[in-house]
C-alpha cells in the first residue's frame, strides 16, 4: 500500500463483500418470486426475507473465500482478480473471522423467520447453505479445491435459491420451477467459470484444482458458452411448453449483455481481461433475472 492512500473501513468490508456477485444471489430469488406471482402466491415478508438471507449467505461465502484462500496460500500477490482483503493486508485474519461469524449469524436469525413460515425443508436447505458457503474453500475438504465449486454454484444459486424462494411463499412445488432453476443456475455459473479460468494458472500452481484446472482452457471455455445457452434457451422451452407466458421472453433482451465476456472468454490476451468479463457477465445474469421476473408479472 505504499504510496496509496488506504482505504477506509467501510470501503475495505465493502470490497470484501464483492458487490458485484450479490446480482448473483439476487436474481434466482426474483426469479422465485417472479414465479409465486404468476401463481398468485406472492408473499412479499417471506419474499423479502429470502432476499436478504441470499445475500447475506453470499456475503458470508464471500469473506469465507477470501479467509480460507489466504490462510491455505491459494491467494498470493501473483493474484490477477480484484482485491481480496486478507491478502492485500488491509483486515486480519481474526477480523475476517469475526465479520463472518456476525453475517452468517444475520442470516441464521433472518432465516429462522423463514423456517417458522417453511417448516423443516427450510431449515435443512438453510443449513445446508451455509455449511457449503464454508465448505466451498474451508474445512478439511474444501470441494472448490476439487473441481466441484461450478456444481455446488449450480445446484445452490439455481434449483435450491430458485425453489427455495417459491416454497416459502405457496408451501409446494411445481415441475417448471426447475427449468427456471437450471436457467438461474447456468448464469450464476457462468460467474464462477469467468473467475475460475482468470485464475486458471495460479490456481494450478498452489493445488487448487477448480474445474476450470481440470479442463484446461478450451474446455472452461466450451463450458462458458454451454451455460449462457443453458440460460437463454430456457424462457424459450418454458414458453413452447405453455408452464410460462409468453412474455418471459423479454429474457432474452438480456442476450446482447452476453457478447462482450463472451469475446473476452475465447479471444483475451491476459488473464486480468477477464475481470471486466467478469463484471459483465454478473450483470447479464443479474439483468436476466429482472426481465425473465417482469415477463411473468406483467
Not at 409465486?36 to 458470508?60: E, K, N
Not at 496460500?73 to 488491509?90: E, H, I, P, S
Not at 414458453?239 to 432474452?252: D, K, N, R, Y
Amino acid at each position: 500500500m505504499s504510496g496509496q492512500t488506504r482505504p477506509t473501513g467501510i470501503e475495505i468490508w465493502a470490497a470484501a463483500a464483492r458487490p458485484k456477485t450479490l446480482y448473483a444471489a439476487a436474481a434466482p430469488v426474483l426469479m422465485g418470486g417472479g414465479l409465486a406471482q404468476q401463481a398468485g402466491a406472492f408473499s412479499p415478508a417471506p419474499f423479502l426475507a429470502a432476499l436478504v438471507c441470499a445475500l447475506l449467505i453470499q456475503i458470508g461465502t464471500n469473506l469465507a473465500n477470501d479467509y480460507s484462500d489466504f490462510v491455505r496460500g491459494a491467494d498470493t500477490a501473483d493474484r490477477k482478480g480484484f482485491t481480496r482483503v486478507a491478502q492485500a493486508g488491509l483486515v486480519s485474519t481474526r477480523e475476517l473471522r469475526t465479520a463472518i461469524g456476525l453475517v452468517f449469524g444475520a442470516a441464521v436469525a433472518l432465516g429462522a423467520y423463514l423456517v417458522w413460515v417453511g417448516g423443516l425443508p427450510i431449515l435443512l436447505v438453510g443449513l445446508a447453505s451455509i455449511l457449503a458457503g464454508l465448505a466451498y474453500t474451508g474445512g478439511p475438504w474444501p470441494f472448490g479445491y476439487h473441481g466441484l465449486g461450478d456444481a455446488f454454484v449450480f445446484a445452490f444459486f439455481g434449483f435450491v435459491a430458485v425453489l427455495g424462494t417459491y416454497y416459502v411463499q405457496a408451501l409446494e412445488l411445481r415441475p417448471d420451477l426447475w427449468l427456471a432453476g437450471g436457467a438461474a443456475g447456468a448464469l450464476v455459473t457462468a460467474i464462477l467459470v469467468v473467475n475460475n479460468l482468470r485464475d486458471r494458472d495460479t490456481d494450478a500452481r498452489v493445488g487448487k484444482r477448480t474445474l476450470a484446472v481440470l479442463l484446461g482452457p478450451l474446455g472452461t471455455r466450451i463450458e462458458y458458452s454451454f451455460l449462457l445457452a443453458i440460460g437463454f434457451a430456457a424462457p424459450l422451452v418454458g414458453s413452447a411448453l405453455g408452464v410460462w407466458p409468453s412474455s418471459v421472453l423479454v429474457s432474452l433482451a438480456a442476450l446482447p449483455l452476453a457478447v462482450s465476456p463472451l469475446r473476452a472468454m475465447w479471444n483475451h490476451r491476459d488473464p486480468v481481461e477477464l475481470n471486466a468479463a467478469l463484471a459483465s457477465t454478473s450483470r447479464l445474469a443479474g439483468t436476466y433475472g429482472l426481465l425473465f421476473t417482469i415477463g411473468l408479472i406483467v
